[in-house]
């Protein structure tokens, strides 16, 4: 949530690089932007809307070449999105953006009105930068004074803050919330994330908890909480700018649902070649006789599809919950659990909570993350990487995709390992995962059907997803992506379920979207289905060449190839997340970045 990004060096177009790199990061939020400039004082220029909007304001302000600025995308947490509330905020000689929530800022806030502050925004950011202010005036080392005032805040910042008289130099901070800096050639770089930095340097250092970061031109100094200069290693990003660009596609989505044979194939070069690597490249899993799944959103889906995989296969049960849940109540385990934290950025506050709690109980943790070196790959006893590159779409597609895929694998390593399954029968899993990726792109080819389905769904206010077993599981992620990215009502039953209740909401033209991808499950749920034909619903099915009825009844359908069961999941994502493109696009909807919503959840 909320993207920020520094710079300081030689004299450039600072306007120019701020809005170019703040837009490598709005996806992070994107309800108001900002940016503070060196320009004999200091300039502080915000706007509501998009990054856009600021750059179409910045137009009409004249501001010199520079050589220190700070800049902020908004995800709005206190006060609504407008100019006064966007960031950077400015009081007495601090002028400072802000990522995450102080937690005691009303606290804070009352003292320094004592004190004789005004405030302007109804922000917790602002109170930070009034709050440094005051240090200031008794605390004229920069650096002690940044360390005194993370002693008052409660709750999660990144911060990069600019001294008034000091403008050589830019200083960071952070607790729960990510900052990189990036070393470049004649100026440094400091930002909530990677891809801001990607297109001016490799090299690059990841700061921890209450370190604070003093950034010249030329010169890297960074303290830890003792305020002692400690050294830190660089290290080199392995992304492609490229990957970061639409690279022709009119959205990053849909992009990112193209790159997703490539990526599951890169995924099986580096863990399935044979059984051996598959052994050697996992931790060993015999000794766990229950496994716990703990995420949030998509990734929690993807741990759903993940519990019917190793239930049936490992035989071993899995327990699947939402951090932001499962992080507030008491948890059963023991020395012969591991809870596996998934997640694509790998810096969810409410997993990386969950992950630190379990710890403290001295309980073995796996971490399956996209992004390197991010806080739970770091913080995590293990880490199982899938290799999905950048994902910039709101809405994740190719991350979820390979979440499955390293469930999939988890799921027959530990059937393997436990004796549930024969060197035979795992050796043609894995040859048949070798085709998976073609499989994909066929769906993929068929793009022109799913838009016919989309166009049999988009006019309607309200979706239900429905299947049984793992298509429920599936269901879920479908009815999200639709929901999400065409703000279409949608909710995802088990199929068995519907009339139970839910079954009262279905009238004359509700889309119904059945999928049916397992042979065992499927009568069963073509009867819950032909329930809510009866009661006018308007059906869509997912099937496979196996399920594919000759239906008796008007319904639009897309037929994927048949494989496996325990792979059969990897192809049905793909018209899942298709659909609820076409749907999006054809109801005009901001497809990559979906209203109210902010890719890198690092606030609870
Ligand atoms: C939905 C979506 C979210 C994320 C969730 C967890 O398309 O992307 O539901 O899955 O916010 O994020 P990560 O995986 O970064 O922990």
């Not at 889906?301 to 951090?323: D, N, R, S, T, W």
């Not at 895929?405 to 390593?413: D, K, V």
């Not at 060197?423 to 080819?445: G, M, S, Y």
């Not at 901001?590 to 959840?601: F, H, Y």
């Amino acid at each position: 949530m909320c993207g920020i990004i520094g710079y300081v060096g030689k004299k450039c177009n600072l306007k120019e690089l701020l809005i170019k790199n703040l837009k490598a990061l709005e996806y992070r939020g994107y309800d108001s932007s900002g940016i503070a400039i060196y320009d004999d004082n200091i300039k502080v220029i915000k706007s509501q809307g998009k990054i856009e909007e600021l750059e179409k304001k910045l137009k009409t302000i004249d501001i010199k070449n520079s050589s220190l600025g700070i800049a902020h995308t908004r995800w709005a947490t206190h006060g609504i999105a407008n100019d006064i509330n966007s960031h950077p905020h400015r009081v007495g000689g601090v002028t400072l953006v802000h990522n995450g929530i102080i937690e005691n800022y009303i606290k804070l806030k009352n003292d320094l009105i004592d004190k004789g502050y005004n405030f302007l925004s109804d922000t917790d950011s602002e109170v930070i930068s009034a709050l440094l202010d005051y240090i200031k005036k008794e605390e004229k080392d920069n650096i002690k004074a940044i360390n005194k005032l993370a002693k008052q805040l409660e709750g999660s910042y990144a911060l990069e803050i600019i001294f008034d008289g000091d403008y050589d130099n830019l200083y960071a901070i952070r607790k729960d919330s990510p900052l990189v800096i990036g070393i470049c050639n004649g100026f440094n770089l400091i930002a909530s994330d990677i891809t801001a930095i990607m297109d001016y340097t490799k090299k690059y250092i990841l700061i921890d908890d209450y370190e604070i970061v003093k950034l010249s031109k030329d010169k890297v100094e960074i303290y830890n909480n003792d305020l002692k200069i400690i050294h830190k290693d660089i290290q080199e990003i392995s992304w492609n700018i490229g990957e970061a660009k639409k690279n022709g596609f009119s959205h990053f989505m849909l992009k990112e649902i193209n790159d997703e044979p490539n990526v599951l194939k890169a995924t099986i070069n580096e863990y399935i070649k044979d059984i051996n690597t598959l052994i050697e490249k996992m931790p060993d899993f015999s000794k766990y006789n229950m496994i716990h799944i703990v995420a949030c959103g998509s990734a929690m889906h993807a741990g759903l599809v993940g519990k019917y995989i190793i239930e049936q296969y490992a035989m071993v049960p899995i327990v699947v919950e939402l951090a932001s849940e499962y992080r507030y109540k008491n948890n059963f385990y023991d020395d012969k659990t591991l809870v596996i934290f998934i997640s694509q950025s790998g810096e969810t506050a409410d997993t990386i909570a969950a992950l630190r709690n379990v710890k403290k109980d001295n309980i073995d943790t796996l971490a399956i993350v996209n992004v390197v070196g991010s806080t739970l790959a770091r913080e995590a006893d293990q880490v199982l990487y899938i290799r999905a590159g950048v994902e910039i779409a709101v809405a994740t597609t190719k991350a979820y995709l390979l979440q499955i895929a390293m469930l999939i694998l988890i799921g027959l390593n530990m059937a393997y390992v436990k004796g549930n399954l024969s060197a035979d029968e795992l050796n043609k899993v894995l040859k048949e995962f070798q085709i998976i990726p073609t499989k994909i792109q066929k769906i993929i080819d068929k793009k022109e059907e799913c838009l016919k389905l989309a166009k049999n769904i988009y006019k309607m206010e309200h979706a239900f997803f429905v299947g049984r077993g793992i298509d429920y599981a599936l269901s879920m992620e479908g009815s999200l992506k639709l929901k999400e990215i065409s703000y279409i009502h949608s909710e995802a039953y088990p199929a068995g379920e519907l009339k139970h209740g839910t079954i009262s909401l279905i009238e004359e033209g509700t889309n119904v979207i059945g999928i049916m991808s397992s042979s065992d499950l499927s009568n069963k749920t073509l009867s819950n289905i032909k329930e809510a034909l009866a009661r006018g619903a308007n059906i869509t099915l997912i099937v496979t060449e196996e399920t594919d009825k000759h239906f008796d009844f008007p319904c639009q359908k897309i037929v994927i190839d048949k494989v496996n069961n325990v792979l059969q999941p990897l192809l049905i994502v793909i018209p899942l997340q298709l659909i609820a493109f076409e749907v999006a696009r054809l109801k005009g909807c901001d497809i990559d970045q979906p209203r109210n919503l902010a890719k890198s959840v690092t606030v609870e």
